[in-house]
């Protein structure tokens, strides 16, 4: 069973950017890149640790792709896939996302 969570209005996320959210546990974070909108876990398939360098800094320097901060792997944001570090072609887990009326919303897995 699971929940849609209300992520909030889509314009609070820029586009390309990210914001990192903690919902009763579960950490997970949305990002824009070219008006596609993407949720994922916040966890490195690698390491198990949160993937962000500074609240809501998941992606790299030149907003391309999502970066862990702890070794640098890079992530395709359309998919996750890891196509850098010690993680390559392991991937992200991606959560449903969709936007409703300008809100984002994120499917959660109930506890």
Same mark, same amino acid.
């Given at each position: 069973?699971?929940? $849609? #969570?209300? *992520?909030?209005? &889509?314009?609070?996320? !820029?586009? /390309?950017? *990210?914001? =990192? ?5 579960? *950490?997970? #974070?949305?990002?824009?890149?070219? =008006? ?8 490195? !398939? +690698?390491? =198990?640790?949160? &993937?962000? $360098?500074? /609240? +809501? ?7 391309? #792709?999502?970066?862990? @901060?702890?070794? =640098? @792997? &890079? #992530? ?6 890891? &196509?850098?570090? !010690? ?6 887990? *991606? ?14 897995? @109930?506890?």
């Amino acid at each position: 069973m699971s929940r $849609w #969570f209300d *992520a909030g209005p &889509l314009e609070a996320i !820029p586009d /390309p950017g *990210a914001r =990192g959210f903690d919902h009763e546990g579960q *950490a997970f #974070f949305v990002v824009r890149k070219d =008006g596609e909108v993407r949720a994922y876990r916040n966890r490195c !398939p +690698h390491t =198990g640790a949160p &993937l962000e $360098w500074q /609240p +809501h800094q998941f992606l790299d320097m030149d907003n391309s #792709f999502i970066q862990c @901060a702890i070794h =640098g @792997a &890079l #992530f395709r944001v359309r998919d996750g896939l890891c &196509l850098r570090g !010690p993680c390559v072609n392991q991937s992200l887990q *991606a959560l449903p996302v969709a936007v409703r009326e300008g809100r984002v919303q994120v499917e959660l897995a @109930a506890d």
